[in-house]
């Protein structure tokens, strides 16, 4: 079955660069939420989407920005890169039919140097 | 104080070893509640939703206590592959679902 896509899986960047991931939800899945997971640190909730709108904002610096696009693919932009920034990113989906059921990527692991 | 707390673990068990995890949160408004669990480095997957009634699901039984805002994982005859972290998560009302995750309880099954 085919799952949430994540890309890229690493990415290397270094201090006040930016930074661009991309999630693929599962086919009709019309949410999708973006965590962070820091070193030793549970998830955390950055932003969502429903219908390619924002439906509920976190703990997001203001120098994240995310959006989703009309095939239900989302972004998220990080820009001025800090070190705190690395960090799993994860991208998680679910369907219109169990909303509470999110189903995660495999992440992207942002290191800044 | 977090909103979802956890065992801080780690828990170190023989195969075939019962093993419980627990769990509280804070927010009474809390809506539905999960259990994930997550392999070192990987993404979290569900494992199983928490009902009241409780429910199980082969060697796992989950129980939820509303009164109390307490949520327990039980793990029967444990395997090696159920070494992961276990994270209690909680999805507040009207939060557009946005998960919150507790800080996780690290599992070691020993052969």
């Known amino acids: 079955a085919a799952g949430v896509i994540q890309s890229p899986r690493h990415l290397i960047k270094e201090k006040r660069e930016t930074a661009t991931l991309k999630c693929y939800p599962i086919p009709r899945h019309d949410t999708v939420y973006w965590y962070q997971q820091g070193p030793g640190q549970d998830p955390q909730f950055l932003i969502s989407f429903y219908e390619k709108m924002q439906s509920d904002k976190g703990s997001i610096p203001d120098r994240f920005s995310a959006q989703q696009f009309s095939d239900y693919h989302s972004e998220l932009n990080m820009s001025s890169l800090e070190l705190g920034d690395s960090a799993l990113y994860f991208c998680?989906?679910?369907?219109?039919?169990?909303?509470?059921?999110?189903?995660f990527g495999a992440g992207t692991r942002l290191s800044v140097l | 104080r977090k909103e979802v707390e956890q065992d801080p673990g780690p828990f170190n068990v023989p195969e075939g070893a019962t093993v419980a995890f627990n769990c509280t949160y804070s927010?009474?408004?809390?809506?539905?509640f999960f259990w994930y669990r997550q392999d070192c480095r990987k993404e979290p997957k569900l494992l199983m939703s928490?009902?009241?009634s409780g429910n199980e699901d082969g060697r796992f039984t989950a129980q939820l206590n509303r009164a109390s805002q307490y949520i327990s994982l039980l793990i029967r005859d444990s395997k090696l592959s159920d070494s992961a972290t276990y994270l209690c998560?909680?999805?507040?009302?009207?939060?557009?679902?946005?998960?919150?995750f507790g800080s996780g309880t690290q599992l070691t099954v020993l052969p």
């Open positions: 927010n009474s408004a809390s809506q539905s």
């Open positions: 928490v009902y009241s």
């Open positions: 998560v909680v999805v507040k009302s009207g939060s557009a679902r946005q998960l919150t």
């Open positions: 998680a989906s679910s369907p219109i039919t169990a909303k509470n059921i999110q189903y």
